[in-house]
């Protein structure tokens, strides 16, 4: 039983102090159920995807790298080549790129975005990735409550214009993106003869971002549907339900 609710309450029954609230769908959130109750032991599922086809792609070596990392801290990680993925609405969902990307995005439990800076933007090729993420598959949102981590390369010097743009999308498709990001300056001058990252402070922050990339995994990803799970929502589809229900009986 709640604080402050003496019985039950019936559907479309408010709350004394909030007469706006359906008291049946309002939830007080439970501490108990931010334990896991049998937490999951296989390694946090990471997807990175990057946003430039270039043969030699800057941020295609800062995402092999930060999966490199990510290895070393115990996670699986799988790398989204976006070659081939046609643009939005250019193609059906069935085109083979389209339906690997899905089912990436599916089977992950967090993901990485990196992409270049260009005109002060992510890249069109990082926003065709994501544009082709859908909110919902039938009953299931794909990124929903799934960690999220952003990094992107610069030409020049240190911009935070695409991450920026980044966390608001991760934001709009329900992520839980976390506080930290990297930024790469100047990313040619970052990496060897032989593709690998130079030791340097950018490294150093990679290694932070991806380290609290696989904490809030694991902290998250089996509590992540009571996370987001939310008032508006009950009531939506209690009222769907309702619908249903009742014009079936006529």
């Given amino acids: 039983m709640r604080r402050g609710v003496v019985s039950e309450p019936l559907p479309g029954q408010s709350l004394p102090d909030l007469p706006n609230v359906d008291a049946a769908l309002f939830r007080e959130p439970d501490p108990a159920q931010l334990q896991a109750t049998q937490p999951s ?49 250019d193609a059906p969902d069935t085109h083979p790129k389209v339906i690997e990307l899905r089912e990436l995005t599916q089977w992950a439990e967090g993901m990485v975005w990196c992409s270049p800076e260009r005109h002060g933007a992510m890249t069109g090729i990082m926003k065709t990735q994501i544009d082709w993420i859908p909110l919902s598959v039938g009953a299931v949102r794909p990124t929903q409550g799934k960690t999220l981590a ?8 240190q911009s935070f214009n695409a991450v920026n743009q980044m966390r608001v999308l991760g934001r709009w498709m329900r992520m839980l993106t976390i506080p930290n990001q990297s930024s790469v300056a100047k990313a040619f001058l970052e990496f060897d003869e032989h593709d690998r990252m130079k030791p340097s402070a ?49």
């Fill in 150 to 157: 952003v990094m992107q390369v610069c030409g020049g010097s």
């Fill in 202 to 250: 950018y490294y150093d922050r990679v290694v932070d971002v991806m380290e609290e990339l696989v904490k809030f995994t694991l902290l998250t990803r089996d509590i992540a549907p009571y996370l987001v799970d939310r008032y508006s929502e009950r009531k939506e589809s209690a009222a769907e339900l309702s619908a249903r229900v009742n014009q079936s009986a006529i």
């Fill in 41 to 89: 032991t296989h390694p946090p599922r990471i997807v990175l995807l990057y946003g430039s086809l270039r043969a030699r792609s800057f941020s295609r070596l800062l995402a092999e790298e930060a999966a490199r990392v990510l290895r070393a801290m115990g996670a699986e990680t799988r790398v989204f080549n976006p070659s081939g993925l046609p643009l939005p609405d």
